[in-house]
């Protein structure tokens, strides 16, 4: 069957994209040099006369913006939350699951921007917190004591792989399993399935963040909070009791959702653990791809599905079941 795949930017102010100038687009036969429209996933709008009325040319392409930072907290000895001041334009589009940002010291250079998950965005107050783990150059850079503004290159939204199932179940029960700074991007999700009237469980494990720093925020939002250790790092696989517990979660409890905040390791062993005791309860994750353009530009988000399709991750929703189900 063909895969349904569907670019993260169709339809938005940001399509036609750089892709549609060089015959590449994800999505439009047309833009892609064929000769015939074969729209398979139609998205409400018609990208090729998009591009057409646009004087056959790309639309304005994201720009860098500097952000003030008004607080910075320290959490644990890799872990900071920064609170940045954006516009109250930025601050919309970005509250919504799946949303990130490429940050960097406003005193570094382009290649220091780092992807960073957008935890929770205040549209009033025009501001994003971000949580940042910090590993190499880039976020050492992020961490500086004295630092006063970075900047900001975004919106971005394809932090989330299987979006459309985040978005689509309404009064049902999710398990959403973190690990780790993987708690930051959680937090949207949370926050999107409580406004469609689920009742969301959150399972926290600290891993190397040394710290449950997004707990408060569920709580805020009104999650049910379980701390549990998910994954065993010496075997690199869930631990047991997490896998007994999303067994009986979606077996007894009628959990229709379960999303997987942490390593690709983790969303694998979730992935297929479902697939092999309840292929109808729908799967969601954290993308931990290498993002360094994010608009499918520099390839070094590529991976493969499990038919072998190569798919550029930062530009490329569908359902994750196809990168780490491992074939059915
Ligand atoms: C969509 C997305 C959202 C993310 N959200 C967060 C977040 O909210 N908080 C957070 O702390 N981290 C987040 N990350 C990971 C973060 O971008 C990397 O940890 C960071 O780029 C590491 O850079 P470094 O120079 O400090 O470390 P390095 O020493 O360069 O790398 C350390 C680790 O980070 C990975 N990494 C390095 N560069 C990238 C990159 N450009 N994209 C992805 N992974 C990279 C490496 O594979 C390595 O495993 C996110 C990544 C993605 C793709
Ligand atoms: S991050 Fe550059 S192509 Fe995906």
């Given at each position: 069957m063909q895969q349904v795949l569907n670019c993260i930017d169709a339809g938005t102010e940001y399509c036609p994209c750089f892709l549609a100038e060089t015959g590449e687009c994800l999505m439009c036969s047309q833009l892609q040099r064929k000769t015939f429209c074969d729209c398979r996933n139609w998205n409400g709008v018609c990208i090729y006369q998009e591009y057409i009325s646009n004087r056959s040319q790309k639309k304005e392409?994201?720009?860098?913006?500097?952000?003030?930072?008004?607080?910075?907290?320290?959490?644990?000895?890799?872990?900071?939350?920064?609170?940045?001041?954006?516009?109250k334009t930025l601050a919309r589009e970005l509250s919504q699951p799946g949303a990130y940002v490429f940050l960097k010291n406003i005193k570094d250079p382009n290649y220091f921007d780092a992807p960073m998950s957008i935890m929770s965005a205040d549209e009033r107050e025009a501001s994003v917190d971000v949580a940042i783990q910090i590993k190499g150059v880039k976020t050492r850079a992020l961490d500086e004591f004295n630092i006063t503004e970075v900047s900001l290159r975004g919106p971005y939204w394809n932090g989330v792989l299987g979006l459309k199932y985040i978005k689509g179940v309404q009064e049902q029960k999710a398990l959403l399993v973190t690990r780790g700074i993987g708690q930051a991007p959680a937090v949207p999700v949370a926050k999107k399935l409580i406004l469609a009237g689920n009742s969301v469980e959150v399972i926290l494990d600290q891993g190397r963040?040394?710290?449950?720093?997004?707990?408060?925020?569920?709580?805020?939002?009104?999650?049910?909070?379980?701390?549990?250790?998910?994954?065993?790092?010496?075997?690199?696989?869930?631990?047991?009791?997490?896998?007994?517990?999303?067994?009986?979660s979606v077996l007894e409890n009628?959990?229709?959702?379960?999303?997987?905040?942490?390593?690709?390791?983790?969303?694998?062993?979730?992935?297929?653990?479902l697939l092999s005791t309840a292929p109808d309860v729908f799967f969601a994750c954290s993308n931990g791809a290498s993002f360094c353009c994010g608009e499918g530009v520099c390839g070094s988000c590529h991976t493969r599905t499990t038919d072998g399709t190569r798919i550029k991750t930062c530009k490329t929703q569908l359902n994750p079941v196809e990168i780490f189900g491992g074939g059915r």
């Open positions: 392409h994201r720009k860098a913006l500097p952000g003030r930072i008004l607080k910075r907290e320290v959490i644990s000895d890799s872990v900071i939350i920064l609170k940045i001041q954006v516009n963040a040394g710290a449950n720093f997004a707990e408060k925020y569920f709580r805020e939002l009104g999650c049910e909070i379980k701390i549990k250790p998910v994954f065993d790092l010496k075997t690199l696989t869930l631990t047991d009791e997490i896998k007994e517990y999303i067994r009986q009628s959990i229709k959702l379960v999303y997987s905040s942490g390593s690709d390791k983790m969303h694998e062993g979730i992935c297929r653990l």
